[in-house]
């Protein structure tokens, strides 16, 4: 299948939506936690981890762990940041609800999203950390995946907005697309492509 991990995304953007029927998607609501939100959180963190590993294969492909026996969301940080400085800077938004993420804001001092760490405690310990299974990480887990799936398929150039499906309950920032709808020619880049070409 092609572009595997969009197609992917797509599909968890495409629950969220479906899920903002019965959860409001506000900062009032972001400590509600649910059955779906577990699944959604898992999911969103499973493939993040997957595409964020192929991800840093592509940057190094001699890329060994740094300690232990497998690659960590610290591993993937300093590839990642190391090849594009201005990732942890990606704007997501929810036009619908004016709501803007920067999912890998922490990256920058070389933190871990509180999502990823929530999200860790859910899959490991979920009797003793259900609750973080919430609206608010989740939302930013997804948006974190969003964020990394658009590095991998720009990795090596713009990726044609025709050639993958829209998500409808996210969107780049409007800074990430370049070009002419009326000539099909609009791309979607990232902050490290839109530094290079200014």
């Given at each position: 299948m092609e572009f595997l991990h969009w197609q992917y995304f797509i599909a968890l953007d495409s629950d969220l939506e479906i899920v903002s029927r019965y959860v409001e998607i506000s900062q009032e609501n972001y400590r509600?936690?649910?059955?779906?939100f577990v699944s959604l959180l898992l999911s969103a963190?499973?493939?993040i981890d997957v595409v964020a590993k192929v991800l840093s294969k592509l940057i190094d492909p001699n890329l060994k762990p740094s300690r232990g026996s497998f690659l960590t969301i610290s591993d993937y940080q300093k590839t990642i940041i190391g090849k594009f400085p201005k990732f942890?800077?990606?704007k997501i938004h929810i036009p619908r609800h004016e709501i803007q993420l920067i999912p890998w804001?922490?990256?920058k001092s070389k933190n871990v999203p509180q999502w990823w760490t929530s999200y860790n405690c859910v899959k490991h310990q979920r009797d003793s950390f259900y609750k973080e299974a919430n609206l608010e990480n989740t939302i930013n887990a997804v948006a974190g995946l969003f964020v990394?799936?658009?590095y991998l398929y720009t990795h090596n150039?713009?990726?044609n907005v025709e050639s993958v499906p829209s998500p409808k309950f996210f969107a780049v920032d409007p800074l990430y697309e370049t070009g002419l709808r009326w000539a099909n020619t609009v791309h979607y880049i990232t902050p490290d492509q839109l530094a290079n070409t200014t």
């Open positions: 509600t936690y649910s059955i779906q963190c499973s493939e942890h800077t990606t804001k922490l990256w990394m799936v658009l150039n713009r990726l």
